[in-house]
Nanobody, 124 residues
Framework: QVQVVESGGGSVQAGGSLRLSCATSGRTFSSYAMGWFRQAPGKEREFVAAISRRGINTDYADSVKGRFTISRDNAKNTVYLQMNDLKPEDTAVYYC?????????????????WGQGTQVTVSS
């Protein structure tokens, strides 16, 4: 069983930045593609960004492209989401997820392990 734990959420004003971290357990982190999703109140969970197992390929939702950057450190079993120029509409609970194949995926059903989420609140 893989454990996924997010950290780094918080409250920030519009235009500010946050960096989310996602630590995973297990020896096979480098074989997993990783993704970030978010869920705002009353809305469905949506794709934010994903990264392939070696970090060569990344994918972003149009709403965050150019503002968010996903990266990973396989030596630390950790994936990051750098969020810049945050907007109030970025307010949500952010979830990290791992999938047991190496390529990126945008659907929630494509992921096998999920964290508990971390709250990001952006005020105007």
């Amino acid at each position: 069983q893989v454990q996924v734990v997010e950290s780094g959420g918080g409250s920030v004003q519009a235009g500010g930045s946050l960096r989310l971290s996602c630590a995973t357990s297990g020896r096979t982190f480098s074989s997993y593609a990783m993704g970030w999703f978010r869920q705002a109140p009353g809305k469905e969970r949506e794709f934010v960004a994903a990264i392939s197992r070696r970090g060569i390929n990344t994918d972003y939702a149009d709403s965050v492209k150019g503002r968010f950057t996903i990266s990973r450190d396989n030596a630390k079993n950790t994936v990051y989401l750098q969020m810049n120029d945050l907007k109030p509409e970025d307010t949500a609970v952010y979830y990290c997820a791992a999938r047991q194949v190496g390529w990126t995926e945008r659907t929630t059903t494509g992921y096998d392990y999920w964290g508990q989420g971390t709250q990001v609140t952006v005020s105007s």
